[in-house]
């Protein structure tokens, strides 16, 4: 079993900034391809950034492209998102998720139905 916390949530003005942490228990974190994703209020769960479990690989949405970053720590178990030039349509709750399939080093996971553990999420609101 898994447990994610996600941190780093906020409210942050329009153009701002934050980064988002997820701290993975269980010892084999560093086999699992991970992924954030996001679910605004009356919205379905999009997702936002993965990586792969060597780190080698980043997938991201286009609306979050050139403003977001997934990146891990392996030794730390813990994966980021740090989020730049943040837009109000940007405000959600955000979600890491782990997926426990066995990959390739190079296999990132978008689909939110192929990810076996999920955080309780954080808030993200940013400000216009």
């Known amino acids: 079993q898994v447990q994610l916390v996600e941190s780093g949530g906020g409210l942050v003005q329009a153009g701002g900034s934050l980064r988002l942490s997820c701290a993975a228990s269980?010892?084999?974190?560093?086999?699992?391809?991970m992924g954030w994703f996001r679910q605004a209020p009356g919205k379905e769960r999009e997702f936002v950034a993965a990586?792969?479990?060597?780190?080698?690989?980043?997938y991201y949405s286009d609306s979050v492209k050139g403003r977001f970053t997934i990146s891990r720590d392996n030794a730390k178990n813990t994966v980021s998102l740090e989020m730049n030039s943040l837009k109000p349509e940007d405000t959600a709750v955000y979600y890491c998720?782990?997926?426990?399939?066995?990959?390739?080093?190079?296999?990132?996971?978008?689909?939110?139905?192929?990810?076996?553990?999920w955080g309780q999420g954080t808030q993200v609101t940013v400000s216009s």
């Open positions: 269980g010892r084999t974190f560093s086999s699992y391809p």
């Open positions: 998720a782990a997926d426990r399939g066995v990959r390739a080093p190079w296999d990132v996971i978008v689909r939110g139905e192929e990810y076996d553990y």
């Open positions: 990586i792969s479990w060597s780190g080698g690989t980043t």
